[in-house]
């Protein structure tokens, strides 16, 4: 026979077990320590830059993320010898990473496809309220891609001041300026984030384009359906002299549409486009949804690429 609980019994506490097998208790007009989050924006993921996770996030990279992305996307990688000029001119230091963001599987490719020596020393910023919502999604969040926790909601100082930190350290960032993933195909505004680190911290931004990870994994999407990608690099770009961060952030996602401009047609059309300031927006045309749709069109009935008048998301 079950036994079954009187809910009438009242619960007994345990009384607390003395110092040194508990914390001490704070004095009265005094503040305790500072405790330490397990998920949310205040999460501290130190111990994901220390030798053992860096080693193990290096071989999850090199073997089973490597593959994902190679069965699932198999992305054809352009602009390697932008960077490779960058590096023989400027050197090894960290930069910036600044990419449009249209699926989940945009950081496993760009983590796989990132060249040395940066890939080595690369963290990430991803959304709090998505990737460290629990205990067991920040520490697999911090471990397998090198994730810190950004604040979408709000500017976070202690979140700029984390990444500005990493970056002196010698850490580079991949980051998503949109905030996002794209609802509808198409790309939404860039927010200042890169462009203010990049003016705090004195480092280049590199622009990334993604296409075809939308088809892989779309915004609402549960099963991945296997498509190419294509990953272009663009030359890396510093503050200008009278720049700030309002026009440095608008620069780069201009850079980032010509390279999508590159990526449907071709380089030399793509830099007539941007000479003549006429490169298509990556947010699309400021339209009714099914007027949107209709621009983004089917790929797969698009049998003239230098006729394309959007890009390919």
């Known amino acids: 026979m079950a036994l079954r609980l009187n809910p009438r019994i009242p619960r007994v506490k345990l009384p607390r077990p003395p110092f040194p097998y508990s914390a001490p208790p704070v004095p009265l007009g005094l503040e305790g320590p500072p405790t330490t989050s ?12 220390r030798l053992p996770a860096r080693l193990a996030r290096a071989t999850l990279r090199s073997t089973l993320m490597r593959a994902g992305v190679a069965a699932l996307a198999a992305p054809e990688v352009h602009g390697l010898d932008r960077l490779e000029a960058w590096r023989a001119g400027a050197g090894d230091g960290p930069v910036i990473f ?13 983590l796989t496809r990132i060249p040395e020596p940066w ?15 629990n205990p067991v999604t920040s520490a697999l969040s911090a471990l397998a891609i090198g994730a810190i926790p950004i604040e979408r909601s709000r500017v976070s100082r202690r979140t700029a001041d984390q990444a500005a930190e990493l970056i002196e350290q010698g850490w ?21 984030g890169a462009a203010y680190l990049a003016f705090r911290c004195q480092v280049p931004v590199v622009p990334v384009y993604l296409q075809g990870t939308g088809r892989i994994l779309r915004k609402g999407k549960k099963r991945p359906t296997p498509a190419t990608a294509k990953v272009d690099f663009g030359t890396p770009l510093v503050p200008e002299e009278g720049e700030d961060t309002h026009r440095f952030n608008a620069r780069i996602e201009r850079t ?6 590159e990526t449907a ?9 941007a000479h003549a300031g006429t490169t298509p927006s990556l947010t699309g045309p ?12 089917d790929p797969s009935r698009r049998k003239r690429r230098d006729r394309r008048p959007w890009p390919d998301l």
């Open 286 to 297: 400021d339209a009714p949804s099914w007027r949107r749709a209709w621009a983004l069109g």
């Open 256 to 261: 980032v549409a010509e390279l999508a401009d």
């Open 38 to 49: 397990r998920s949310g924006p205040d999460y501290d993921t130190d111990w994901a830059r």
């Open 265 to 273: 047609t071709d380089w030399w059309s793509a830099r007539r486009r």
């Open 119 to 133: 890939c080595d020393r690369l963290f990430v910023g991803g959304a709090a309220d998505y990737f460290f919502r």
């Open 98 to 110: 600044v990419a449009n963001h249209h699926s989940h599987i945009d950081t496993p490719v760009l």
């Open 172 to 192: 580079s960032l991949l980051i998503f300026p949109e905030g996002g993933r794209s609802p509808d195909g198409w790309g939404r505004p860039f927010q200042r």
